[in-house]
């Protein structure tokens, strides 16, 4: 049957994939949204029948390379057909993916539950969000990646295969192969009561990396550690570079000490000593632990 709607009847639709700006209003996109939730309900009604559950999942997403796809309900696509996935991909309950843009997931991917993909972007200035515009940018996930429960993945972030998401991180940049990420993104209670984790990381790596005598480290890691957040991994390593440069093993260990004591889960804590492993090993800095204390 052919179109007979015009050119101009899919120009957001366009302009969506394209990166530009475009209007989330459109009748055409809020067709194809329509038409999504219909094919997630088919979702949770089939999920008992392995043959139609799996024609469900395909008639959802915009590539299933075979058979051994599990999305739980409930879920939630802005589109579906916007989301290519490889195979033996496992999605938890509850997650969501804002497929405005491309979302590539490769091969035995693992969802945890809650898990949050957000191609979508919205204009910081408020008169131009009020016009209705928004923009997209796509998310690549790579092969072998496990995504723990409640992780967000922004817009335009590529994560290389191998990869461990922690649970509850946020990861806003590109993640390089066979890596652990635990990025826990929060406002601060603090004397900076605007600043957001990044600029909190910004700060302190900055201070980390000028300190030049132990008395400033020492202090500098009381106050970092005082806040109500656990610190990025890129803190942690330059406070344990800093130790390292100022000859004070000490207050290095003191650095394993501090996350231990702040990270309330131990799984999180042996995430945190994974991702520092390269630069702990290199330094020769030890926790007590292994000192045997």
Excluded at 52 to 79: A, H, M, R
Excluded at 126 to 135: D, V
Aim: aromatic content about 8%; overall charge negative.
């Amino acid at each position: 049957m052919t179109d007979a709607r015009p050119d101009e009847y899919y120009a957001e639709e366009k302009k969506m994939v394209a990166g530009e700006n475009y209007f989330g209003n459109d009748p055409n996109l809020s067709q194809l949204r329509k038409e999504a939730r219909h094919k997630v309900k088919a979702l949770a009604e089939t999920r008992d029948d392995p043959e139609l559950f799996s024609e469900s999942i395909k008639n959802l997403l915009g590539t299933v390379v075979d058979d051994q796809v599990i999305i739980e309900s409930p879920v939630y696509f802005d589109y579906g057909k916007n989301t290519h996935v490889g195979k033996c991909f496992y999605m938890n309950a509850m997650c969501t993916i804002l497929d405005c843009a491309r979302v590539d997931i490769g091969d035995h991917v693992l969802f945890g539950p809650n898990v949050q993909i957000y191609t979508a972007e919205h204009p910081v200035d408020p008169a131009t969000r009020l016009k209705g515009l928004e923009s997209a940018r796509p998310i690549k996930i790579g092969n072998n990646v496990w995504v723990g429960g409640s992780s967000t993945i922004l817009a335009g972030v590529t994560i290389g295969d191998g990869v461990t998401v922690a649970a509850g991180s946020v990861v806003t940049k590109d993640v390089p192969d066979s890596v652990v990420v635990a990025v826990i993104s929060r406002r601060l209670y603090s004397d900076h009561p605007e600043e957001t984790y990044e600029q909190f990381t910004n700060r302190y790596v900055k201070f980390f990396e000028n300190v030049d005598d132990t008395f400033e480290l020492k202090r500098g890691l009381n106050n970092c550690f005082a806040y109500d957040i656990v610190p990025d991994v890129a803190i942690c390593e330059a406070a344990l570079r800093a130790a390292r440069r100022l000859d004070d093993y000490a207050t290095g260990a003191r650095v394993f000490e501090a996350l231990k004591i702040r990270i309330d889960k131990e799984s999180d804590y042996h995430n945190y000593l994974q991702a520092l492993k390269p630069v702990k090993d290199e330094l020769g800095i030890q926790t007590k632990e292994e000192l045997g204390l």
